[in-house]
């Protein structure tokens, strides 16, 4: 909404195609090709700890999309989407192991699996809203992932399960180089998708449910339908990023897709941004990157012969993780619409700089 | 303008003055992942003051024959993600030859880029499957070739416990079968020795009771106590750790049952038998090593260790310190043996683990188990303390009750 909002003035569009582009100026379109361009190069440069990163982003970015469709868009709400991106994880590895299906077609089948089982825990939504979907969605959390600690056939139970690297016309994709150009591709790939998704029929409808759901329906847009839908896709983009985490890995356990990492999830798209495709983006890289920001400095403090010391080390972990309570509170404070919002403002100043108005 | 310049060029100056000065000198690099404020630091943290104080003890006294040892400890707070990034920050900047790991979560994640990456790992995860390097064991669903840990695996404990059980009931002449149920959160850490322990328990002539499932949580755990004392269930495993070890004997107290708890490595210490109070009767747990107060001569050493954090001595330390202490200095001995047969590489040492039977390291005699690893069973110990505990009115008592030794059976491996 806020991207609505702030368009400057003399911005006029003439027509539909105008309205429904995805990049609003020649000079965005061009850059960002010229930004994933260059990113093409990156394993060349930057180190493996750079590129982990970035992968990191990139499965993670990819899940909070779905997120955020469901959310931002939509106006559901999911406290589940953690253990989404875990089934997704296990399903690939357990398509592939049990069924030698190639790595590569295993992860769009994992998405429509987990598509299929957050569609089931989304049929509440059909009936219920706001805080009880909640935590009819919590329920799915739960029972997933009691599901990975019981299910040997599926997940591996305690000892967890084996995934294959992506492999390609004999190719492994095993190292952080070479996953790197899977991960950029999923990433724009899955971008692209959700950016196309907003500007059709479908994509509208899901805004109109957000937007007024008593309205929407008097138009003729079926809210079921829609509701379902959007749980459906939103777990598909959950289970990518989960399969594609699993195989980058190599190794899936059932540890780690909790509800703590749902609610991460939640604080990515709300500090991005709700309902805003660029700011799920922003979100995941300020997630990813302000612990090994604040890890970097605590980094500096323990080189210094008066840091190095166990009282100061340990003190200084503390403050790390409270920095990133703190660093959240005071977004959700200063910008509660996210960072896709900051991005506009810092854009509209220098675009009237210096007669803003 | 003036002070933020400043500031960045004494930043940068800083920066680059450590830089040079890791390059100058003859080091190798081991990182140290710990959990200190995550869901496991009850326990992490103990464990990692003991893996830290060790190799600062270790630099301080010739590092490994002479070559330095660098290392970084990362509290990565249980987090996945930045166990993951840490790992690649030091295995593409610093070189990393050997890694000191933690739990669960860190320590399977990494299995696969460890093993690939040819850089062992020294965890405090137990997991039965981390023991089967070439996958000998058709269970076995992924080899972990350079994953080691100092102990007994939890479903080794679990057995030892259990023929210690076995022994007990014996030795009291109860009639009848013993019942024995597997107390746990539905979660990979307490499953791990799940299905071992029952199958073993089963074939010691155990009357197996279906599992109870309790929280990892601290909470209200009376209704699965009802349902211990309404089974009759006469040993129970406990598999989960702190809080919610403390939360169950509270429960179990109120509730009165008449269970013999055994409790896995991480669920029996000084710290929880003083929160527990009353209900700690005869807790029954495993350990890897004597405790503080015991007067074996590797104490010595490890209360020198202990100095490097804590300069008066006066700190009284867990058995997972201890742990820890044994854990760094087994890396410390095949670095050394690696030194001198072509380098401390990750290979080198993963060689060196395998170059010693009944391999206690240097000085700590008495604390650290004798261990022999060899390249198809890295059940390093196959040995079990177990002591007993008891809150006795507030002055907590904690003694040797046995020590068992298990056999090394081919079926067991990796499992």
Redesign the interface.
């Known amino acids: 909404m806020s991207s609505l909002a702030m368009r400057p003035c003399g911005d006029f569009r003439t027509s539909y195609k105008q309205d429904n582009t995805i990049f609003e100026t020649k000079t965005i379109r061009w850059f960002t090709a010229l930004v994933i361009g260059l990113a093409c190069f990156a394993p060349f440069i930057l180190?493996?700890?750079y590129?982990?990163?970035f992968i990191?982003i990139s499965y993670?970015g990819i899940a909070a999309l779905g997120l955020n469709i469901l959310v931002g868009f939509t106006g559901q709400i999911s406290l589940g989407h953690g253990a989404f991106f875990g089934f997704g994880a296990f399903a690939s590895a357990w398509l592939n192991t049990s069924f030698n299906i190639p790595v590569f077609i295993c992860i769009p089948m994992a998405g429509f699996l987990t598509m299929a089982v957050g569609m089931m825990f989304g049929m509440p939504a059909a009936r219920i809203k706001g805080l009880y979907l909640a935590i009819a969605t919590l329920a799915a959390q739960f029972i997933i992932e009691?599901f990975f600690?019981?299910a040997e056939w599926f997940s591996?139970?305690?000892?967890?399960?084996?995934a294959n690297p992506v492999e390609l016309f004999g190719f492994a994709f095993?190292t952080?180089e070479s996953f790197y150009y899977i991960a950029l591709f999923a990433l724009v790939f899955m971008y692209i998708w959700g950016c196309n998704l907003m500007r059709s029929r479908d994509g509208r409808a899901f805004v109109a449910v957000r937007d007024h759901y008593l309205s929407a329906e008097i138009m003729g847009v079926k809210l079921n339908k829609y509701r379902l839908l959007s749980f459906g896709i939103s777990s598909f983009y959950a289970g990518i990023g989960g399969a594609m985490y699993a195989h980058y890995?190599?190794?899936v356990?059932?540890?780690?897709f909790t509800i703590f990492m749902s609610v991460q999830f939640l604080a990515m798209v709300i500090i991005g941004g709700l309902g805003s495709i660029k700011g799920t983006l922003m979100g995941v890289v300020f997630m990813?990157l302000l612990?090994?920001a604040l890890?970097g400095g605590v980094?500096?403090m323990?080189?210094?012969s008066w840091g190095n010391i166990?009282m100061v080390?340990?003190g200084l972990?503390?403050i790390?993780?409270m920095a990133i309570g703190l660093v959240i509170i005071l977004f959700l404070i200063f910008e509660p619409e996210g960072l896709a919002h900051r991005w506009q403002q810092i854009k509209n100043y220098w675009k009237f700089y210096p007669f803003s108005y | 303008m003036h002070k933020k310049l400043m500031l960045t060029t004494s930043i940068a100056v800083m920066a680059m003055g450590v830089n040079s000065q890791a390059v100058a000198k003859d080091s190798v690099f081991v990182g140290h992942l710990a959990d200190m404020s995550g869901p496991t630091a009850f326990v992490g943290k103990v464990y990692a003051d003991g893996v830290r104080d060790s190799l600062a003890y270790i630099n301080a006294n010739g590092g490994i024959d002479g070559t330095s040892l660098e290392f970084e400890t990362i509290d990565y707070a249980y987090k996945v993600p930045q166990a993951i990034a840490s790992y690649k920050k030091w295995k593409s900047r610093k070189k990393m030859v050997a890694m000191q790991g933690w739990g669960t979560a860190d320590t399977e994640a990494l299995i696969s880029f460890v093993a690939k990456d040819k850089v062992p790992v020294y965890s405090a995860s137990y997991s039965g499957h981390l023991t089967d390097p070439t996958g000998k064991n058709p269970n076995t669903k992924k080899p972990a070739p350079y994953n080691f840990f100092y102990g007994a695996s939890y479903s080794d404990s679990c057995r030892g416990l259990v023929q210690w059980a076995a022994d007990d009931w014996k030795k009291k002449g109860s009639a009848g079968k013993p019942k024995f149920t597997h107390i746990g959160a539905n979660h990979p850490y307490p499953n791990a020795p799940k299905a071992a322990c029952a199958e073993y328990a089963e074939e010691l002539g155990f009357d197996v009771q279906p599992p109870v499932v309790i929280s990892m949580k601290p909470g209200d755990f009376k209704a699965q106590c009802l349902s211990l004392k309404s089974s009759g269930t006469n040993y129970g495993y406990i598999g989960n750790l702190g809080g919610s070890v403390l939360s169950l004997v509270k429960s179990c107290n109120t509730v009165g049952t008449e269970i013999q708890f055994m409790s896995n490595i991480w669920g029996g210490d000084k710290k929880v038998f003083e929160a527990a109070g009353e209900g700690i009767k005869d807790y029954i747990f495993p350990t890897m090593n004597p405790f503080w107060s015991d007067d074996v001569p590797g104490m010595k050493l490890v209360r020198e260790v202990s100095k490097m954090s804590d300069s008066e001595g006066k700190k009284e330390r867990l058995h997972h310190y201890i742990r820890g202490v044994c854990s760094a200095f087994f890396m410390k001995e095949a670095m050394q043996w690696a030194k001198k047969n072509g380098g401390i590489t990750g290979e080198n040492i993963k060689k060196g683990m395998y170059a010693r039977q009944n391999w206690v390291p240097e000085g700590l005699d008495g604390v650290c188990l004798a261990a022999n690893w060899t390249p198809e069973d890295h059940r390093g110990v196959n040995q079990v303390n177990i002591y007993k505990g008891n809150y006795n009115g507030g002055d907590v008592k904690v003694e040797r009750v046995n020590q068992v030794t298990l056999e090394r059976r081919i079926d067991w491996l990796g499992y």
Do not use: F, H, N
């Open positions: 180190d493996a700890y590129l982990t990163l990191q993670l009691d600690g019981r591996g139970g305690s000892a967890g399960s084996m095993d952080d890995l190599g190794y356990s059932a540890e780690g990813v612990p090994e890890e980094g500096i323990k080189d210094t166990p080390v340990d972990a503390y790390k993780e």
